[in-house]
Nanobody
Framework: QVQLVESGGGLVQAGDSLKLSCAPS???????????MGWFRQAPGKEREFGAQ???????IYADSMKGRFTISRDIGKATVYLHMNSLKPEDTAVYYC??????????????WGQGTQVTVSA
């Protein structure tokens, strides 16, 4: 069974940077090279929200909350997606979830979710 595996979360101070990574595991690894992949996040007491996505050919979409400080990228050969987070703020504290879907737009119910990785930003 295919799973999305995230890494890179942790506890940092305001102003620091982090890079999250997400890659699929399992026998259908190669199929994800054509998937749209991206990131959602869920802050304490809030609903999960869309953050950023990137298509197989590199087109990106960002939520307003991630524009400017965050950059999404991917390595097609590794079917891996990254989220580069700069100038982190306490309000960026959340569980960050990787998502993948065969369509060009990530909906709130993508084909695949990761298990989530915690990012905590202290003031």
């Amino acid at each position: 069974q295919v799973q999305l595996v995230e890494s890179g979360g942790g506890l940092v101070q305001a102003g620091d940077s982090l890079k999250l990574s997400c890659a699929p595991s399992g026998r259908t690894f190669g199929a994800f090279t054509r998937y749209t992949m991206g990131w959602f996040r869920q802050a304490p007491g809030k609903e999960r929200e869309f953050g950023a996505q990137i298509t197989w050919n590199g087109n990106t979409i960002y939520a307003d909350s991630m524009k400017g400080r965050f950059t999404i990228s991917r390595d097609i050969g590794k079917a891996t997606v990254y989220l580069h987070m700069n100038s982190l703020k306490p309000e960026d504290t959340a569980v960050y979830y990787c998502a993948a879907d065969s369509s060009t737009i990530l909906s709130a119910s993508p084909n695949y979710w990761g298990q989530g990785t915690q990012v905590t930003v202290s003031a």
